[in-house]
């Protein structure tokens, strides 16, 4: 079994900078692909960043220039660091992973979401 957990969420003016972390735990043999989506009230999910195991990045438009995703891939941990945060960043932020587990079989997970609300 996977888990992933977010922390780091949470209430910052316009302006201002987050990070956030995901900690993969269980039995995992390989992350390939990690990543940050989040959806706002009303709205579709939609990807924000993501990283694979070589570096390779991409990030949503919106975010470009703003957002940083980086990983720690020894602790199976990706990160979000988020500067200038703007009204519309509010969302519930999720991980998402790519994870070979037993006998290299590859699955895809979500953490539970953590909430980042931007005021103006």
């Known amino acids: 079994q996977v888990q992933l957990v977010e922390s780091g969420g949470g209430l910052v003016q316009a302006g201002g900078s987050l990070r956030l972390s995901c900690a993969a735990s269980g039995t995992i043999l390989n992350i390939n692909r990690m990543g940050w989506y989040r959806q706002a009230p009303g709205k579709q999910r939609e990807l924000v960043a993501a990283m694979t195991t070589d570096g390779s990045t991409n990030y949503a438009d919106s975010v470009k220039g703003r957002f940083t995703i980086y990983r720690h891939n020894a602790k199976n941990t990706v990160y979000l660091q988020m500067t200038n945060l703007k009204p519309e960043d509010t969302a519930v932020y999720y991980c998402?992973?790519?994870?070979?587990?037993?006998?290299?079989?590859?699955?895809?997970?979500w953490g539970q979401g953590t909430q980042v609300t931007v005021s103006s």
């Open positions: 998402n992973a790519d994870v070979v587990v037993y006998l290299n079989n590859e699955y895809n997970y």
